[in-house]
C-alpha cells in the first residue's frame, strides 16, 4: 500500500503548480483523500479532502477559492490544483487517505511521502 505524492516546487506568489497524488496496492475509490501541509515546528494541518467519487469537497478556509481537488479513480490519483500562491502556503505537502471524511490528520489511515511547494514572493 502507498501513495506517492509528486508536483512540488519552487513558484513565486499568484503563480500556481498541481500536486498529484497516486495510489498503488488498495481500493482507490473506497478510500476518501485528502492534502495536508506542514511546517517545522508546527502541527500538520488540513487542507483540501475529497469524498470516493469526488461528489464531495472541504477545505479549509485559508484556500478556499484558489486551491481545487480532485480525483480520477480511474488512475487511482488525487490532484490539488493550487492557484494564486502565496508565501503562507509555503510547506511540505502530504497526501492521506481513509474511510471517511474527516478535516484531521489523526483520522487519515494511510500517509503519502511529502512533496516541498515553496512560494516566494
Known amino acids: 500500500v502507498q501513495l506517492q505524492a509528486s508536483g512540488g516546487g519552487l513558484v513565486q506568489a499568484g503563480g500556481s503548480l498541481r500536486l498529484s497524488c497516486g495510489a498503488s496496492g488498495l481500493p482507490f475509490s473506497t478510500y476518501v483523500l485528502g492534502w495536508f501541509r506542514q511546517t517545522p515546528g508546527k502541527e500538520r494541518e488540513f487542507v483540501a479532502g475529497?469524498?470516493?467519487?469526488?461528489?464531495?469537497?472541504l477545505y479549509a478556509d485559508s484556500v478556499k477559492g484558489r486551491f481545487t481537488i480532485s480525483r480520477d479513480n480511474a488512475k487511482n490519483t488525487v490532484y490539488l490544483q493550487m492557484n494564486s500562491l502565496k508565501p503562507e502556503d509555503t510547506a511540505v505537502y502530504y497526501c492521506?487517505?481513509?474511510?471517511?471524511?474527516?478535516?484531521?490528520?489523526?483520522?487519515?489511515?494511510?500517509w503519502g511521502e511529502g512533496t516541498q511547494v515553496t512560494v516566494s514572493s
Open positions: 475529497v469524498s470516493w467519487v469526488g461528489r464531495r469537497t
Open positions: 492521506g487517505a481513509t474511510h471517511g471524511m474527516s478535516r484531521s490528520p489523526d483520522a487519515m489511515e494511510i
